[in-house]
């Protein structure tokens, strides 16, 4: 049976989708990053974007989860949804299909919610957010521990929510150098405002002694069929923490 591709963000048949700009590359080539070195858990570089929605392949599969999370217990206007440096596509998917009290946050964006740091969230109270979305923000900040940390208090006792970043399959230990130079950081971590690069298991270290708990979702939860309608790598991983009570 032919297997149909769907974006799960635009719900929009794709004949294909589209690579990753071929910017990333030149970059690479230009500052010396091995890309081809790098093995990412979830990063589709050949399938990358939806060509009518511009959708990246992780936030394809963030809207795979939410459609199954929210299809038995649809949340209220009460229910406080935290989109941390949103993407347009997502955010307009969250918002035409979930009935949420949908806020957003990021320290530069105009059109957010709120514009603070996520190392201090100083706009939002203790233990007052229903869900969180952060999604490849951490390898950004000066202190992920500190951001964690933060993430952690707003949310309420039983919240939960999505927390990801780019992982290199290939690496033992997390490097990182809030100091690095610009090329530096293109030579080092693949992009000029990254100040690190992550091993899986010092994520995992990172998310649960901040005392979430983590529950990694891949192809034997969701199905070959949803990974392969939505352009995922086999390898790609939903990583989501839950504040328990």
Known sequence: MQINKVCSVC???????????????K???KYGYSIEKCVPETGNRIEYSCPVCGAADRERLYAMYLKELFTNAIPDDKFIF???????PLQKFINENFTVDYRSLDF????????????????????TINYVLCS??????DNDRKALSEIYRIMKPGASGIVMVPLDL????????????EAEKWKRFGQNDHVRKYSKSDFLQKLESTDFF????????????????????????????????
Do not use: C, W
């Open 82 to 88: 935290l989109d941390i440096a949103p993407a347009k």
């Open 214 to 245: 983590v529950t990694e979702l891949g192809i034997n939860h969701f199905g070959m069929d949803k990974f392969y309608a939505n352009g995922l790598i086999q390898s790609s991983i939903l990583y989501t923490i839950e504040k328990q009570n």
């Open 27 to 29: 970059q690479a080539l």
């Open 170 to 181: 290939t690496m033992q230990e997390t490097e990182e150098d809030i100091n690095a130079t």
């Open 11 to 25: 719900d929009n048949r794709i004949d294909r989708y589209l690579p990753l700009p071929d910017f990333y590359f």
């Open 108 to 127: 530069l964006m105009e059109d957010v919610t709120y514009n603070d740091n996520l190392m201090n969230i100083a706009s939002i109270k203790s233990n």
């Open 136 to 141: 490849h923000v951490l390898e950004h900040v």
